[in-house]
T-cell receptor, first 109, second 116 residues
Framework: DQQVKQNSPSLSVQEGRISILNCDYT??????FLWYKKYPAEGPTFLIS?????DKNEDGRFTVFLNKSAKHLSLHIVPSQPGDSAVYFCALGDYDMRFGAGTRLTVKP | NAGVTQTPKFQVLKTGQSMTLQCAQDMNHEYMSWYRQDPGMGLRLIHYSVGAGITDQGEVPNGYNVSRSTTEDFPLRLLSAAPSQTSVYFCASRGTGAFLTNSPLHFGNGTRLTVT
């Protein structure tokens, strides 16, 4: 039962353009949604989060949007930089936090 | 700042062997968990603990045991390794309390396990 889905395994964008990463979930009981970033040979690191009472949260170049009626979460990176190239995971839940399969973002100079 | 430390970084086992993956954190976090990462599957929760003496199963607990005797340590035991347990294992921790959901997970750098 895959509760969290990231349907795009990979995404390639040009430096300076917008990157949009998407995530769908099935359980409407989740209250807290997060994005993690992972570089090779390292553990994931927290990037940005949003609670269910909001529909948008910004942190610098990163913005997360939440559409609860559609059970959809998205991460926007503007402008994208080569250092943003990594695997991005969305995550939902609390004690039993569940992760999506990840999207590999490549930002080309 | 050590954070979450996992040992070993790499391990090769033969089918049927046992081993323990070590995880220690120095942030006084009450919550700790283990994930495995497989291609196309993302991170899947194996076991978690909300405090010393308390553990619970995650999404894929079969074949793994855990215990939590101290706040700092949360070892993961493979009693009889199988090739299906070939994976990268991540330990994570976070603080707990009234604002649990405002405390994101801190991950270690992983243990890459190969079972032949």
């Amino acid at each position: 039962d895959q509760q969290v889905k990231q349907n795009s395994p990979s995404l390639s964008v040009q430096e300076g353009r917008i990157s949009i990463l998407n995530c769908d979930y099935t359980n409407s009981m989740f209250d807290y949604f997060l994005w993690y970033k992972k570089y090779p040979a390292e553990g994931p690191t927290f990037l940005i989060s949003i609670s269910s009472i909001k529909d948008k949260n910004e942190d610098g170049r990163f913005t997360v949007f939440l559409n609860k009626s559609a059970k959809h979460l998205s991460l926007h990176i503007v402008p994208s930089q080569p250092g943003d190239s990594a695997v991005y995971f969305c995550a939902l839940g609390d004690y039993d936090m569940r992760f999506g399969a990840g999207t590999r973002l490549t930002v080309k100079p | 700042n050590a954070g979450v430390t996992q040992t070993p970084k790499f391990q090769v086992l033969k089918t049927g062997q046992s081993m323990t993956l070590q995880c220690a954190q120095d942030m006084n976090h009450e919550y700790m968990s283990w994930y495995r990462q497989d291609p196309g599957m993302g991170l899947r929760l194996i076991h978690y603990s909300v405090g010393a003496g308390i553990t619970d199963q995650g999404e894929v607990p079969n074949g793994y045991n855990v215990s939590r005797s101290t706040t700092e340590d949360f070892p993961l035991r493979l009693l009889s390794a199988a090739p299906s347990q070939t994976s990268v294992y991540f330990c994570a921790s976070r603080g707990t309390g009234a604002f649990l959901t405002n405390s994101p997970l801190h991950f270690g750098n992983g243990t890459r396990l190969t079972v032949t």
